[in-house]
């Protein structure tokens, strides 16, 4: 049994995602000329695309990782969200690019802008690999896409479905049978 | 946070949250209805020029002005002027509840009531309210997770609300909305239970997943 097996659909194949991920990190590094940004990553899905980003910008870039708390894994817990890893360094002062994996409702990184701000940084700004408008509830300034996909399970290239898929080489639709799903009426 | 309307919250305890029973709700139904006072009140309300508290405001519309079935969470009123948690007409709501609360994000449930159609006389004979505002977003939201024909129906007055309205903002989160939503959060279990008591056999308990398990699927 492969992990293809539950791809339902190759929704991007990985020579689209490295040449869309080369486009941004030189789009990055014309922006941030002269500059020293601090690429800040949320564990663990934006984990790939941080990887390749970074090898393709040509920038004296540095990195930083945050963990936060997702709310189904932490229902019986506290209630609210909470950081499980924070920034190893300060961040005051500094020019930020958050990178990310994927942005939907919003909500995790709408906590995460207020959280980073507090640290009073030069800027922040905002580089996801994909964005699904679909289910957006807090609406985010995304400074810099990947791609603008439909409503669909995604996995694949960082992204997970209970911890697995995550390395997928390309960016596909999970079959619904996995998950238990039949297909959705209308 | 975040029960900003009457200066409650209520967390992930589910005794803290309370989902009306379909008795209870035909009770409310019968008791006395209030609409609130429209385009004036929602512009005060999101552009800040009044208090988003438990001041009064709203109007009080006679049940025989109301039609059968435009007004039909009347109660949810009663209960932020009275201070009291809401009660959610719908676990689905109340489950969206702890996610904003979950992630920080005010909210009011159905604050606003926006009259849609009028009879000759020139009363309210239709309305619609939507189940959250997120004031912080300025953003309402209406979850749907009922039968399709009611769904038409539901967009029907979307329609009507979003013409007389312009200029306020209304997300509509259809059953496979809340549905992906749970299945990001890992909440299979619980859309297991949701999907049997609605008597709607569209979701089955996946072997390999539980909600203990809880995948975090992607970052929102």
């Known amino acids: 049994m492969s992990l293809h097996d539950d791809v339902e659909e190759i929704l991007l194949d990985s020579e689209t995602v490295a040449n869309r991920v080369a486009e941004l990190a030189a789009q990055l590094s014309a922006d941030y000329a ?9 564990l663990k899905g934006a984990l790939v695309f941080l990887a390749d980003l970074m090898r393709a910008m040509d ?14 894994a932490a229902t019986e817990s ?3 969200v909470r950081i499980l890893k924070d920034l190893s360094k300060p961040i005051e002062g500094r020019d930020v690019i958050i990178v990310e994996d994927i942005i939907d409702t919003g909500l995790t990184l709408n906590y995460l802008l207020r959280y980073l701000w507090e640290r009073n940084p030069a800027s922040i700004r905002i580089c996801c690999l994909l964005d699904k408008p679909a289910r957006r509830l807090a609406e985010i300034p995304i400074d810099y ?3 603008t996909i439909p409503d669909r399970f995604v996995i694949g290239y960082g992204l997970d479905y209970d911890e697995r898929y995550r390395n997928l080489p390309y960016i596909g639709v999970l079959k619904p049978s996995v998950y238990g799903v039949a297909p959705p009426e209308g | 946070m975040i029960g ?14 309370t989902v009306l029973g379909r008795s209870q709700k035909q009770d409310c139904q019968s008791g006395s209805g209030r609409l609130w006072m429209t385009t004036r009140l929602i512009h005060d309300l999101r552009t800040g020029s009044r208090p988003v508290d438990n001041s009064p405001r709203y109007t009080r519309v006679d049940d025989a002005q109301r039609g059968s079935d435009d007004y039909d969470r009347g109660q949810v009123a009663d209960q932020l002027t009275s201070g009291s948690p809401p009660r959610f007409a719908h676990e689905s709501e109340a489950e969206l509840a702890r996610i904003l609360d979950y992630y920080g ?9 926006f009259p849609i159609s009028w009879n000759a006389d020139g009363a309210v004979i239709e309305s619609f309210a939507p189940d959250f505002f997120l004031p ?3 953003l309402y939201i209406e979850l749907t997770t009922l039968k399709q024909s009611l769904v038409r129906k539901k967009n029907r007055k979307l329609r009507h609300l ?26 299979t279990g619980f859309l297991a239970d949701l999907v049997a008591a609605n008597g709607n056999g569209t979701v089955k308990a996946p072997a390999a997943v539980t909600d203990e398990v809880a995948g975090a699927t992607t970052v929102p």
């Open chain 1, 34 to 42: 002269g500059r020293d940004p601090v690429l800040v990553s949320v």
């Open chain 1, 78 to 80: 506290s209630g609210q």
């Open chain 1, 145 to 147: 896409t990947g791609f």
């Open chain 2, 4 to 17: 900003v309307a009457a200066g409650f919250r209520i967390g992930p305890e589910s005794s803290a949250v």
């Open chain 2, 136 to 138: 912080e977003i300025d």
């Open chain 1, 59 to 72: 920038l004296p870039t540095s990195i930083d990782l945050m963990e936060v708390s997702s709310y189904g």
């Open chain 2, 105 to 113: 994000v005010a909210w009011r449930y159905e604050p606003d009531v």
């Open chain 2, 162 to 187: 979003r013409q007389l309205y312009p200029e306020i903002r209304v997300k509509l989160f259809y059953a496979r909305d809340f549905r992906a939503l749970m299945l990001k959060y890992g909440r």
